[in-house]
């Protein structure tokens, strides 16, 4: 059975760091993108960042463009965001997600994991 499972959400004040995780298990992801996405209440879920297999090329939303950093571990079947400077309407459930349908920039996601909420206060 696959799974992405998050972590590393919480509460921060604005202008901290949040480093978020995502195990991947069930299958191997390397030769995959993967990415992070997020979904504020009331919102349609949005792309944040994704980064291709290798780790060379990485892509970023512009509003957390210069903020984040997306990185995958040695293994690449984990993926970690790195979470500065936060404002508060960064708040919203992060969610992991792979892409296995190509070996190149990431499409639509395959799979998702569960989220993990992170909520930045002013």
């Known amino acids: 059975q696959v799974q992405l499972e998050e972590s590393g959400g919480g509460l921060v004040q604005a202008g901290g760091s949040l480093r978020l995780s995502c195990a991947a298990s069930?299958?191997?992801?390397?030769?995959?993108?993967m990415g992070w996405f997020r979904q504020a209440p009331e919102k349609e879920r949005e792309f944040v960042a994704a980064?291709?297999?290798?780790?060379?090329?990485?892509y970023y939303a512009d509003s957390v463009k210069g903020r984040f950093t997306i990185s995958r571990g040695n293994a690449k079947n984990t993926v970690y965001l790195q979470m500065n400077s936060l404002k508060p309407e960064d708040t919203a459930v992060y969610y992991c997600?792979?892409?296995?349908?190509?070996?190149?920039?990431?499409?639509?996601?395959?799979?998702w994991g569960q989220g993990t909420q992170v909520t930045v206060s002013s």
């Open positions: 997600a792979a892409d296995t349908t190509t070996d190149k920039v990431m499409g639509v996601p395959v799979y």
């Open positions: 069930g299958r191997t992801f390397g030769r995959y993108p």
């Open positions: 980064i291709v297999s290798s780790g060379i090329n990485t």
